[in-house]
């Protein structure tokens, strides 16, 4: 399964209210993810596969006052507690979007997103999960094995380093016992290489058992 994040394109509102002690509370609305739209990274996310990933996040996480979001995408597909900026609220279906309102935390990095809202800093949306792409008419479709892990809160991809075609996009991720583990060719792509002529089918054939062992231990 590849990490597949998707910025979503549209503006996303957000709502400031004084809260008790006069204090500001924050939050964010908008579209938070599109289903049978083929986007910017030429994906397209079927609505049957959008409707089951969305519920099932929506019953498990936000229901239940865990779906929780990052500023900017991390590395991995697990939210990283120490980075976390804001909560996922509510998230329900409009037609073909998926809109959402969340809550900015008080924690450093929601303090960060306050001051960059108060800024004026243009922010928006990312969704982050995990799933298996298929080419079809020119597009890459999402299968049904996709799983919504997070929504995160990032500055416009169009910058150097763009969040959906990152490098961590390119890295295999499976479940090992509930732990979410990368599996990176490059070790034994960089084994093979090193290898000297003569040994060359020797490390082909260690390299493949031993990326078979690690297949087999999930």
Do not use: C
């Amino acid at each position: 399964m590849k990490l597949i994040s998707e910025f979503i394109e549209n503006d996303i509102e957000f709502l400031v209210t004084e809260g008790k002690n006069g204090k500001k509370n924050y939050a964010i609305q908008g579209i938070f993810a599109q289903a049978e739209k083929k986007n910017r990274n030429g994906r397209i996310y079927p609505m049957p596969i959008m409707e089951k990933a969305v519920g099932k996040y929506d019953t498990e996480q936000v229901q239940k006052g865990r779906a929780v979001g990052e500023l900017n995408h991390p590395e991995g597909p697990t939210v990283n507690l120490d980075k976390v900026s804001h909560k996922i609220d509510e998230l329900k279906f409009e037609g073909n979007d998926i809109v959402g309102k969340a809550s900015i935390l008080n924690t450093p990095m929601g303090e960060v997103v306050k001051g960059l809202l108060d800024g004026g800093v243009t922010i928006g949306v990312s969704t982050r999960g995990m799933g298996s792409l298929s080419q079809r008419n020119g597009a890459m479709v999402v299968n049904d094995d996709y799983i919504l892990n997070a929504v995160d809160i990032v500055q416009d991809p169009s910058a150097p380093g763009a969040f959906v075609n990152g490098i961590m996009e390119g890295v295999e991720w499976v479940w090992n016992n509930g732990i979410i583990e990368a599996q990176t060719i490059e070790k034994m792509e960089t084994e093979i290489k090193k290898a000297p002529r003569a040994d060359l089918y020797e490390t082909q054939v260690r390299e493949f058992k031993n990326f078979l062992s690690i297949l087999k231990s999930k």
